[in-house]
């Protein structure tokens, strides 16, 4: 007998993700439940991590990044509550899931990755999983990405600090999300851009790796 597709050998572990860690853990938000279960996370990892793409623990993706774990990418995704029609800017591809779980909920997603080698990666791990409504660049995340602007969100994959960058490029009634904080002790914040300034919001306790500036190529 052969061996099932490997899209169809993970759909038990996919939905004990989210029945037993993603919902008792708190995420209530329909569509991000059902963009975790539809976005396999297992094309988004290393091939000897396979069998543990559906566990709730980050994994190592190589260049000394990270794939966060699922509960961390459903809470950022929800904390943003988008409505579909949504521009978006992601700072930090990395493997690029956290850009395709994001990709199935607004209209676009525009995200940067520092490193040459994990831009690459998350290119050729968006065109196995059949996502295309994103636009990927490697460059320096802090700069933003003045060409699409204004955006209707931020996400930051990494700690520390927010670039008075993003809040220009972010329109009015637009949110701004990341783990603020360093030395992998960080406290996610919601920032939204109102007419008369901007509302902040301190929320969970989280570790990530740090945000730094600059692009690494090789």
């Known amino acids: 007998m052969s061996n099932p597709p490997i899209s169809l050998s993970f759909e038990l572990p996919r939905r004990r993700m989210i029945e037993k860690q993603l919902m008792p853990a708190g995420i209530q938000s329909q569509h991000v439940l059902d963009a975790m279960y539809h976005v396999h996370r ?3 990892v290393d091939p000897p991590l ?8 980050a994994l190592p993706i190589g260049a000394g990044q990270t794939i966060s774990q699922p509960f961390m990418v459903a809470r950022m995704t929800e904390l943003l ?14 493997c690029g899931y956290q850009t ?3 990709a199935c909920l607004c209209q676009h997603v525009y995200s940067i990755e520092r490193i040459e080698i994990l831009h690459q990666k998350s290119l050729q791990n968006l065109l196995k999983a059949n996502i295309d409504n994103t636009s990927l660049k490697c460059g320096d995340g802090r700069l933003g990405w003045a060409q699409y602007a204004p955006f209707d969100a931020i996400i930051v994959t990494a700690g520390g600090f927010a670039s008075d960058i993003w809040i220009q490029q972010l329109r009015e009634g637009g949110v701004l999300l990341m783990p603020e904080g360093e030395a992998g002790q960080h406290c996610l914040v919601r920032r939204e851009k109102k007419a008369t300034g901007i509302q902040t919001s301190y929320l969970d306790d989280c570790s990530f790796v ?9």
């Open 42 to 44: 297992h094309l988004f």
């Open 50 to 57: 396979v069998a543990r793409a559906y566990q709730n623990s």
């Open 81 to 94: 509550k988008l409505q579909g029609h949504e521009r978006v800017l992601e700072i930090g591809t990395g």
């Open 210 to 218: 740090p945000l730094l500036s600059g692009e690494e190529y090789g």
């Open 100 to 102: 395709a779980i994001l």
